[in-house]
Structures are given as structure tokens and as C-alpha cells.
């Protein structure tokens, strides 16, 4: 009877042990699966504020008027932008930053609208060859609030995105990576279909159908 009895406290033991385990795993796992929902939601967050057109620059010389500062960035998206076109930028709002320091001057942030998203992704994709731009004796940083590998991504869905621009459609990217746009696109209208395409070949299917596969030669949405 002892040695039973022994045997079962055994058990006891052991069985009280596993479940010592298995509560510890559990709360490691709800740990895990909170440090996962908030960078879930960090990156949801991230990629909504991609969606907005704006393109934000920091660094202008705060001595820079407000009436000559978009004389002042032109320059700067000619050069990113190449033989592209910017379309109309428009001047948003302006910021001036006091100095924290002697040796730190004051500077300003100003933020611009891109009429077109492929011109905020264009401008952005060349701004990430550089640490920062020099203009005018300022040195001047895009906010990148688009992670280069979904602006890589994007770049597969280019075909689609053709033939939306050539339509003259309107798009924008939804989380996780998703290509959004209404249709038909009828600004006077209230009711429009959201189309989803998350991925390349679901796109051009849904082209086909909407009826706006249409290839033209020479012209490319970007």
C-alpha cells in the first residue's frame, strides 16, 4: 500500500507540474498574441497613413516666406521625380520649429498634395536613395511614411494599375497589402462597388470583367 500510495503522490506531483507548465505556456502565448495584435494595429496604422497623398518635407530654412516656398520645393521634385510629371502640388500646411540649440537653427516643415498617389509613391521610391537632400544650403528629409519593400510590392500590381489610370480610376491600398478602387467612377454619383484585388492575377480578372483590359501601347500609369 505504501508503494501505491507513493506512486500516486508521484502522479500528484507530476500532474500538478504539467499543469504548472501548460498555465506558464498559456500566458506566454497571451503575451505573444497581445505584442501581436498591437503590431497588427502599429501597422494597420502605418500603412492608413500611406494611403493619404501628402508628402511632408522637413528642414527648410525657417528664414524661407511662405509665399516662396513652393518656388522652393519644385526643384526638388523635378529632381526626384525625373521626367515625370507632378502633377498640381498643393501647399498644405507649414510648421516652423524653434531651436533647441545655439548651434541648431530654426526650420520648417511643410506638407504637399499630390493630386495622384503614383506621385507620392514615385517621389518617396527616389527619395529613399538618399539620407537626406541638399537644397539651397538646407538639408532636407522626406518623411517616408511607406516602407520600401510596399513600394516594391506595389510595383507587381503595375499592370492593374494601368489599366486603372488609363480608365482614370481612382486607387488607393488598403492592410494588409490590398489594392482598393470604386466602380463605376462617378463623382456625382453617391452608391459606388469597392472593388478589392488582393493580388496580381484576381486583378486582372476583375479588369477583364469590368470590362477595362484594355492595352495600350506607350502608356504606363506612373
Known amino acids: 500500500m505504501k508503494g501505491v500510495k507513493s506512486h500516486i503522490d508521484l502522479i500528484e506531483a507530476t500532474v500538478a507540474q504539467q499543469g504548472?507548465?501548460?498555465?506558464a505556456q498559456g500566458e506566454r502565448v497571451s503575451a505573444l498574441e497581445t505584442q501581436q495584435r498591437l503590431l497588427s494595429d502599429g501597422l494597420a496604422e502605418y500603412e492608413n497613413r500611406?494611403?493619404?497623398n501628402s508628402i511632408r518635407i522637413t528642414g527648410v530654412s525657417a528664414t524661407t516666406p511662405n509665399?516662396?516656398?513652393?518656388?522652393?520645393?519644385q526643384p526638388l521634385f523635378s529632381h526626384l521625380l525625373q521626367d515625370s510629371d507632378a502633377g498640381d502640388l498643393t501647399h498644405e500646411r507649414t510648421h516652423r520649429v524653434s531651436s533647441l540649440s545655439a548651434v541648431e537653427p530654426a526650420y520648417t516643415r511643410c506638407s504637399y498634395q499630390s493630386p495622384l498617389y503614383p506621385v507620392k509613391e514615385n517621389i518617396l521610391k527616389a527619395a529613399w536613395k538618399f539620407d537626406f537632400i541638399i537644397l539651397r544650403c538646407d538639408t532636407l528629409t522626406l518623411f517616408q511614411n511607406i516602407l520600401l519593400q510596399t513600394l516594391v510590392k506595389h510595383q507587381d500590381f503595375d499592370r492593374v494599375l494601368s489599366y486603372l489610370c488609363i480608365s482614370k480610376i481612382l486607387?488607393?491600398?488598403?492592410?494588409?497589402l490590398c489594392l482598393l478602387f470604386t466602380f463605376p467612377h462617378m463623382p456625382d454619383?453617391?452608391?459606388?462597388?469597392?472593388?478589392?484585388?488582393?493580388?496580381v492575377e484576381s486583378g486582372v480578372a476583375q479588369m477583364a470583367v469590368l470590362s477595362l483590359q484594355r492595352e495600350i501601347d506607350g502608356i504606363r500609369y506612373r
Open 20 to 23: 504548472q507548465v501548460q498555465d
Open 50 to 52: 500611406s494611403c493619404h
Open 67 to 73: 509665399a516662396e516656398l513652393e518656388a522652393y520645393v
Open 171 to 176: 486607387y488607393y491600398w488598403g492592410f494588409p
Open 189 to 199: 454619383k453617391v452608391r459606388a462597388v469597392l472593388h478589392m484585388v488582393p493580388s
